[in-house]
């Protein structure tokens, strides 16, 4: 499942600046889908499940088909719109996992260096990448501006300094 995303919209058409949107509608009409799937394929996940039961914890099942309906159905939501939908690595670094939601358009909501770099190793475009970590270390920014990602969340206007410095140096 998508446990966390954000989607950015484009403000103006003439000028690139994004800004962060309220995803409360879309999440209630994806999750209101999701339920609905689940409720129509409880027995065979339930038998799936049991099939698991001798295995060794921790153990993680990922019904790749119920993401795949997940990202549809996110992307039926947001269809006519100008949104750029980013799932966050926080939520899960899962190589497949990731491919799948790279596979189907959606970008990278990075908090942290390593996350940019597993979101590049991954095949995630730069320019759908986005960094919006606390506390970036210098060497995190400065990878991460030599990958020419699409943008960092800063968290202060000491942070914007500091980017701006390291990006100048470039």
């Not at 990878?143 to 000491?158: G, H, K, P, R």
């Amino acid at each position: 499942h998508l446990y966390h995303c954000s989607a950015f919209k484009k403000t103006d058409p003439i000028n690139p600046s994004y800004r962060q949107v309220n995803m409360v509608k879309l999440w209630r009409q994806a999750i209101s889908y999701i339920q609905h799937v689940e409720s129509l394929d409880d027995m065979n996940l339930q038998d799936r499940l049991a099939a698991f039961q001798s295995v060794k914890t921790p153990f993680f099942f990922y019904d790749m088909a119920l993401l795949q309906q997940s990202l549809d159905e996110v992307i039926r939501c947001i269809a006519g719109t100008n949104f750029n939908v980013h799932y966050a690595l926080k939520a899960n670094v899962n190589k497949p996992i990731l491919e799948l939601i790279r596979a189907n358009g959606f970008g990278a909501d990075c908090v942290s260096g390593n996350e940019v770099k597993r979101a590049l190793e991954t095949g995630f475009d730069p320019g759908d990448v986005v960094f919006a970590g606390v506390g970036k270390t210098d060497e995190e920014i400065a990878y991460a501006l030599d990958q020419q990602i699409f943008a960092f969340n800063c968290e202060s206007v000491q942070e914007l300094e500091v980017i701006n410095e390291l990006a100048g140096a470039k």
